[in-house]
């Protein structure tokens, strides 16, 4: 069974920074790609940074240039450095990876269980 685990989550002043954190445990062959969602109140869930295993990334043009993703393989953990933050990032801020399994190769998504960001203006 593989479990997600998120941190870093808070309540932070406009313009100011907070590190995200993704870490995956259990049973695996190895880790995929690792994502970044996010779901602001009364809204859908969206798509917030992407990380593939060769370490090229992505970015919503609301946050490019102000987020960071990164991952570090060795410790199964994904960051998601935010800096410059708005009233509008505030949201609840979800991890997915995408595993292999070690007994049939096969590839799933699992999630975290989210991790609250508030943004006061």
């Known amino acids: 069974q593989v479990q997600l685990v998120e941190s870093g989550g808070g309540l932070v002043q406009a313009g100011g920074s907070l590190r995200l954190s993704c870490t995956a445990s259990g049973s695996f062959a190895s880790i995929g790609t690792m994502t970044w969602y996010r779901q602001p109140p009364g809204k859908q869930r969206e798509l917030v940074a992407q990380i593939r295993s060769d370490n090229s990334g992505e970015y919503s043009d609301s946050v490019k240039g102000r987020f960071t993703v990164s991952r570090d393989n060795d410790k199964n953990t994904m960051f998601l450095q935010m800096n410059s933050l708005k009233p509008d990032d505030t949201a609840v801020y979800y991890c997915?990876?995408?595993?292999?399994?070690?007994?049939?190769?096969?590839?799933?998504?699992?999630w975290g269980q989210g991790t609250q960001v508030t943004v006061s203006s």
């Open positions: 997915k990876m995408i595993f292999s399994s070690l007994q049939t190769g096969r590839m799933s998504a699992y």
